[in-house]
């Protein structure tokens, strides 16, 4: 059993940054591709980002590209998402997920095997 536990949320002005953090325990961290998925009420899991087990290959879905980062560390087995130039729409509660194996990058939630509990970003305006 793996256990993900995220961080950093929070409440911020559009066009600041807020960087998420989590952290994984119960497993080899370094088998598995990581994602990052947002969710607003009434609206579908969306992947905003996601990274291999490897940490060389990664998503980005369009409405973040150029303003999100995700990686992965797994001597600390943690996986970060480092967002900037903040908008509202960016407003949502911000899951990271687990895919166990040697798979290449992940955009589906249904393929990931584990899930933090979400943690709310609010972006004002």
């Known amino acids: 059993q793996v256990q993900l536990v995220e961080s950093g949320g929070g409440l911020v002005q559009a066009g600041g940054s807020l960087s998420l953090s989590c952290a994984a325990s119960?497993?080899?961290?370094?088998?598995?591709?990581m994602g990052w998925f947002r969710q607003t009420p009434g609206k579908e899991r969306e992947c905003v980002a996601a990274?291999?087990?490897?940490?060389?290959?990664?998503y980005y879905a369009d409405s973040v590209k150029g303003r999100f980062t995700i990686s992965k560390n797994n001597a600390k087995n943690t996986a970060n998402l480092q967002m900037n130039s903040l908008k509202p729409e960016d407003t949502a509660v911000y899951y990271c997920?687990?895919?166990?194996?040697?798979?290449?990058?992940?955009?589906?939630?249904?393929?990931?095997?584990?899930w933090g509990q979400g943690t709310q970003v609010t972006v004002s305006s």
């Open positions: 997920a687990a895919r166990a194996g040697w798979f290449g990058v992940s955009v589906k939630w249904d393929e990931y095997d584990y």
């Open positions: 119960g497993r080899t961290f370094s088998n598995f591709g």
């Open positions: 990274i291999d087990f490897s940490g060389s290959r990664t």
